[in-house]
C-alpha cells in the first residue's frame, strides 16, 4: 500500500532524491566508489557543494555579499553560534515555542536578551502581534514556522534592527527577501535533506563584529573561508539536499513551491473546519502554518482520538500524531508531500464522520 508521510521531521523527500541518493550509494559521479566511501575533498564530491550552494543562491536569489554554509550540530547548534557570533550587548527575541524558548536560553549566555513578545499563555497557538523591537539591539530573532503549534510568519518583519531567522521548517516553502537578514539558519531535516546538515546563510559584512573570541569551529567566518570544507562535512546529507534542490529547480521553483503549498493547505484546513469532529489548533487564519498543520478533536470527541489515528494508519498514514505538548494530530506538509496524500487524510477525516454519525 501507499504510505501517505507526514512525519514532522525527518521527513518526507521526494522520490526524486531518494533515488538519486541511492545510485549514489551504489555508485557516486562515475567514480567506481560510493558517494559512503569517496574523499570530501574528491573534485567529484567537492563539486556537489559547489553546485548545492550556487542552487541555493540561484532558488532564493541570493543577492552578492552573502554565504551559503553547510554545517553540523542541528538548528540546536545555530541557538547558540548566533549570538556567539552576531550579539555585542544585546538581543531581542521573539517567543514562539519551544525552539524559540531554547533559541534565548541560549543567547543568555552571551548577553541581554530582549523577549519582545511571547505566546506562551496560549500555548503558543498563535503569533504575537504589535511588539515593539527596540532600536539597539544587534538583531532580531524569530522562528518563522513553529513546527510544534503549526503557527507561521510567512512574511518577511518590518523591523529597523537586522533580521536573523530559524526558518528549519519552512525554508523554501516560499521566497524570502534575503537582504533583510543578516543570517538564516534551518537544520536540513525537514524541507531539505535528511538529517545531519544544517544549512545557513549568512551576510559576510555581519561577521567578526562581536568583540568576542570564538573557538574555531564555532566561528562562522571559519566556514565562509573554508566554503563549508573546515573539517568533514555530511557528505550523503548534502548530496542527497543537491537532489532536493534539483527537484525544486525542475518543478518550477520557490514560488511554485509556494503555490503548491498553499494549495495543499486550504484542501486540508477546509475540511478541518467543516468537519464536526476536528478542530484546528491555531485560531487565527492568518497564523496558520502551510507546513505543521496540527488539529484536535472537537469539544466532547476526544475519547475518539485513538480511533482516528487507527483509522488513518489503516490508509496508510502516517506520522500524524501530534506533538506531546499540543496533542491531538499534526499533518506535516512539506513541499515533498504530494496533494494526493493530503487528500487521503481528507478522505479518511470524511469516512471518520461518517462512521461516527
Ligand atoms: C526541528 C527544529 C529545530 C531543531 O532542529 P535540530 O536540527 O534537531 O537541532 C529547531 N527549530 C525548528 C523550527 C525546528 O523545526
Partial sequence: MKKHNFYAGPSILSDFTIQET??????????????????????????????????????????????????????????????????????????TGVWASKAIKEAHFFGEVVEVASSKDKNYNYIPKNYKVPADVDYFHFTSNNTIYGTQMSFDPDVDVPLVADMSSDIFSRPIDIQKYDLIYAGAQKNLAPSGVTLVIVKREALNKSGRKIPTMLNYMTHVEAESMFNTPPCVAIFSALQTLKWYKQRGGIAAMQKDNIAKAKVLYDEIDRNKFFRAVVPAVEDRSVMNICFIMSEGKEALEADFLALAKSKGILGIAGHRSVGGFRASTYNALPLESVQALVDAMKEFEKNHE
Avoid at 566508489?33 to 540561484?58: G, M, P, Q, T
Avoid at 554545517?71 to 544585546?90: D, E, H, I, R, W
Wanted: hydrophobic fraction near 50%; proline fraction near 3%; include cysteine.
Fill in 22 to 95: 541511492a545510485k549514489a550509494i551504489h555508485e557516486f559521479a562515475g567514480t567506481g566508489l560510493s558517494v559512503l566511501e569517496i574523499s570530501h575533498r574528491s573534485k567529484e564530491f567537492i563539486a556537489v557543494v559547489d553546485e548545492a550552494a550556487a542552487l541555493i543562491k540561484e532558488l532564493l536569489e541570493v543577492p552578492e555579499g552573502y554565504d551559503v554554509l553547510f554545517l553540523q550540530g542541528g538548528a540546536s547548534m545555530q541557538f547558540c553560534m548566533v549570538p556567539y557570533n552576531l550579539m555585542k550587548t544585546k538581543a531581542a527575541y521573539l517567543n
